[in-house]
């Protein structure tokens, strides 16, 4: 990953409809970044190759793939190379934070965030590949 | 033992129901007639066969009984109601005009307890029948006794046992029948321990929790308190049970609960946080400065529901002793600089400046760093929200008497003293007049002097109205390679009694599982002596045998302790509930640090 190439297209996998509505404004409407909206992990693994991600923003608790289960299948994809995933979670436990990590992520953003400063905050995710904390 | 009083006897020498078995009808009569003038009730039989089916339909007390009958005499019925009546002690007293013993001596031998010369003297009657009628109340006593016993047992709500040196159930109460059957069906009386329970063999002396396998084969978690005795050269161990298995499926269904109440509740509030916040950035165009000022008061109390769903979370863990920390040395210098600046946008937003006094390189305490910070965040946003805007927080670092001090001070109206004792209690606010009403959850502090506890240390405020507030917390410095003792308590008063105690004599490191010591060990080496509380450690005999390959020295102390398990284990054990249980720990912990030297 250069720091030469630019972060655009972000795709994120959140089963709540609220709170991707929130994503959209934060990270389209005030980050003015490209957002691919998944409802499910399925719908993330059938968009993925199109839409050709950057960065990926996943929920951990959801309903059919968990969050864990998509990273899983993603990461089987030619496109997903290099790409960076960040779980987002309302788990706040250390211990449910570190097991987490495990499974590959960049790095976790919990919730709730801020989406005024989230497209900051997720282009130190993708400019290190790995959280700015960790 | 003690036992219960029982009713005192209705009369010192009890009526009595007195079979009287003759074929001579005038003597037969004069004798019913003694016995009744003696104030006895009285039957007769006229033969043998009669007075044996009198004696088992009528249940006489006593049987005076003539030896000289045609058919079935004397010696026959004797021999006979020995044989059959075997619920009972029933007396039989032979009477004979015979001359010479020989006929008696014959009668006692074939069971017989007494004999009357005919005719029978009414002073020796009166005497002998008292004498029995003395027998007998004792004896209604005793079994009135051994009744109430056994009622006791059979209502003891838990299931007891006691089982023989081989490993055989002697003795089971109701509850200890309703849970357990012997394998095939077969009594429990007399049934193998080890087969009816899946308990090991030989159990001795225990205290902890066991598997005990039910009469339906499923097996259940159980404390097991057994102590081993001994009547005359027979030795016996009697178990009481616990089920377990309703308080650890509540303890499941708890932590369930609390992983879905964290989901459910920070799901919503995600999204309200987030509109919220988007709106007042403008994300949806500029709004009037009215929207934007009811958007402020949205945006504070639902960032304030998020902070009292996170403390909860965190107390109820602290409570229930679920909260894993992970200790380590660190250097303090450089934690309160990294509390400074994760707060520092807080600070400004309320137009308030915090200021790091230059700290002590060498101030090193064991934290769990995660746990430290959110100490200091606690601290600083109290500190923030009270100070007036344009107002100064300050943080310092200083070595005292028992190790590092930091303290927070603020500028606001301080804490009235009135409310000072209470402050760290738990939804602990002042009244809304007093000004210290800042849109807390009121668990702040709280948590925040259960986490310094946990991590060894203390906390207070100094305050004067109207000058601020000053909260100190202390942490025990680390010196690495001194001695220190590790202190093992699920509990957190436990924990912080111990560490009242034992505090001023040796540094100490407290956990709150056997996981927790093991990687405290690995980082510190080993400490110079443990104490530890067995409560909610499962086995307690496998918490020994763990704490022994960790730590040389180990005392048991606990409010529950049962001395011969302690004792069987070779263990030192200390019951705390019991009055200069202090001392003796002390004298034991210096008693160990000596020998570690």
Redesign the interface.
């Known amino acids: 990953m250069t720091s030469m190439q630019e972060l655009r297209r972000v795709m994120c996998v959140e089963d709540?409809p609220?709170?991707r509505?929130?994503?959209e404004?934060?990270l389209g409407?005030?980050g003015g970044y490209e957002v691919c909206l998944c409802a499910d992990g399925q719908e993330a693994l059938d968009r993925v190759a199109a839409f050709r991600p950057q960065l990926v923003l996943l929920d951990v608790?959801m309903p059919g793939l968990s969050g864990p289960q998509t990273l899983e299948h993603l990461r089987t994809r030619p496109v997903m190379q290099g790409v960076p995933v960040v779980f987002l979670t309302?788990?706040?436990?250390?211990?449910e934070l570190e097991e987490l990590l495990q499974y590959g992520a960049a790095g976790i953003i919990v919730?709730?965030?801020?989406?005024?400063s989230l497209p900051k905050d997720i282009r130190i995710y993708w400019e290190h590949g790995r959280g700015p904390a960790a | 033992m003690v036992a219960l009083p029982l009713p005192p006897a209705a009369r010192s020498t009890p009526y009595l129901r007195v079979l009287v078995a003759d074929d001579i009808t005038e003597s037969r009569d004069a004798l019913a007639g003694l016995v009744r003038e003696l104030g006895h009730t009285c039957i007769t039989a006229s033969n043998g066969a009669e007075a044996l089916s009198l004696a088992l339909s009528e249940h006489p007390d006593l049987v005076l009984l003539d030896l000289l009958m045609p058919d079935l005499d004397g010696f026959e019925v004797t021999r006979r109601l020995a044989r059959q009546v075997t619920d009972r002690w029933l007396p039989i007293l032979v009477t004979s005009g015979l001359q010479g013993d020989a006929h008696f001596i014959e009668a006692l031998t074939q069971g017989a307890d007494d004999c009357l010369v005919r005719p029978v003297d009414r002073f020796l009657l009166e005497a002998k029948l008292r004498h029995y009628g003395r027998v007998l109340g004792l004896q209604a006593r005793l079994a009135m006794l051994a009744e109430r016993q056994q009622a006791i047992h059979d209502h003891i709500a838990d299931p007891v046992l006691t089982v023989d040196a081989a490993g055989r159930i002697c003795e089971f109460n109701l509850a200890a029948a309703a849970l357990l059957a012997a394998p095939d069906g077969a009594s429990l009386a007399g049934g193998d321990l080890q087969a009816c329970t899946g308990l090991p063999w030989p159990v001795g002396p225990f205290q902890g929790e066991v598997a005990v396998r039910d009469r339906h084969g499923r097996t259940r978690p159980m404390a097991l308190a057994s102590r081993s005795w001994a009547q005359g050269a027979q030795s016996f161990t009697t178990l009481a049970l616990h089920d377990l298995s309703q308080q650890q499926e509540v303890g499941r269904m708890k932590d369930e609960f609390l992983a879905s109440v964290s989901h459910e509740l920070r799901t919503p509030l995600t999204s309200i946080i987030g509109a919220l916040g988007l709106l007042g950035a403008g994300a949806a165009g500029a709004l009037p400065a009215p929207a934007l000022q009811l958007l402020d008061v949205a945006r504070r109390n639902s960032e304030r529901l998020s902070r009292l769903i996170d403390d909860v979370l965190d107390l109820t863990k602290l409570e229930a002793g679920s909260l894993r920390f992970a200790m380590q040395p660190r250097p303090l210098a450089a934690l309160l600089a990294e509390a400074v600046e994760a707060n520092a946008s807080y600070a400004e937003r309320h137009g308030v400046s915090l200021h790091l006094q230059e700290a002590l390189p060498q101030a090193c305490a064991l934290v769990d760093p995660d746990r430290f910070l959110q100490v200091m965040a606690n601290l600083l946003s109290n500190a923030i929200k009270f100070s007036p805007a344009g107002g100064r927080v300050e943080v310092t670092l200083q070595g005292v008497r028992d190790g590092w001090q930091v303290t927070v001070r603020d500028h606001g109206p301080g804490v009235p003293e009135a409310f000072r004792a209470r402050l760290f209690d738990k939804f602990a606010q002042a009244d809304s007049s007093d000004g210290r009403r800042q849109g807390g959850t009121g668990l702040g502090l709280h948590i925040t002097r259960m986490l310094v506890q946990r991590m060894a240390g203390t906390i207070d405020v100094v305050s004067a109205p109207g000058q601020g507030a000053s909260f100190r917390f202390t942490l025990p410095a680390h010196a690495g390679g001194k001695p220190w003792v590790l202190v093992l308590a699920r509990d957190h008063q436990q924990q912080v009694r111990l560490q009242q105690w034992l505090q001023s004599l040796v540094r100490l490191e407290t956990v709150i599982d056997l996981d927790e010591a093991r990687s405290l060990v690995e980082r510190l080496g080993p400490p110079a002596a443990a104490v530890a509380d067995p409560r909610g450690q499962g086995r307690a005999d496998a918490l020994a045998a763990t704490l022994r390959a960790l730590v040389p020295r180990v005392v048991l102390a606990g409010d529950s302790l049962d001395p011969g398990f302690a004792q069987q284990l070779g263990l030192a054990w200390i019951a705390l509930a019991e009055e200069g249980s202090r001392e003796r720990l002390l004298d034991w912990l210096r008693g160990a640090l000596a020998a570690s030297q």
């Open positions: 709540d609220d709170i509505t929130v994503l404004f934060s409407g005030l608790m309302a788990k706040a436990m250390r211990d919730k709730a965030f801020d989406p005024v």
